[in-house]
């Protein structure tokens, strides 16, 4: 099994910034894609970030320009460095990875979700 912890969430104004982590931990082989979701109320869940193995990083087009996503592969753990940002950005935000345990094939994780709100 695999846990997916976030952390960095809160209430902050419009402008503002905020860091999320999560950091995966239990059978972990390899991590071929981890990142970050989205979902505000009444809304279907929509992509923020990812990343991948090979380096490859996907944006939401709502995020471009204003938020950054990083990975440190020593740690498992992924980071969403989030400015200038804006009340619709308010959603709870999830933390996905694609796991493999043994070398094959991977497994999708989600972590419990943490709410960020900006205020206006």
């Known amino acids: 099994q695999v846990q997916l912890v976030e952390s960095g969430g809160g209430l902050v104004q419009a402008g503002g910034s905020l860091r999320l982590s999560c950091a995966a931990s239990?059978?972990?082989?390899?991590?071929?894609?981890m990142g970050w979701y989205r979902q505000a109320p009444g809304n279907q869940r929509e992509l923020v970030a990812m990343?991948?193995?090979?380096?490859?990083?996907n944006y939401g087009n709502s995020v471009k320009g204003r938020f950054t996503i990083s990975r440190d592969n020593a740690k498992n753990t992924v980071y969403l460095q989030m400015n200038s940002l804006k009340p619709e950005d308010t959603a709870v935000y999830y933390c996905?990875?694609?796991?493999?345990?043994?070398?094959?094939?991977?497994?999708?994780?989600w972590g419990q979700g943490t709410q960020v709100t900006v205020s206006s």
């Open positions: 996905g990875a694609d796991v493999s345990s043994d070398g094959s094939w991977g497994n999708l994780y």
């Open positions: 990343t991948t193995s090979g380096g490859g990083v």
């Open positions: 239990g059978s972990i082989f390899s991590i071929n894609a």
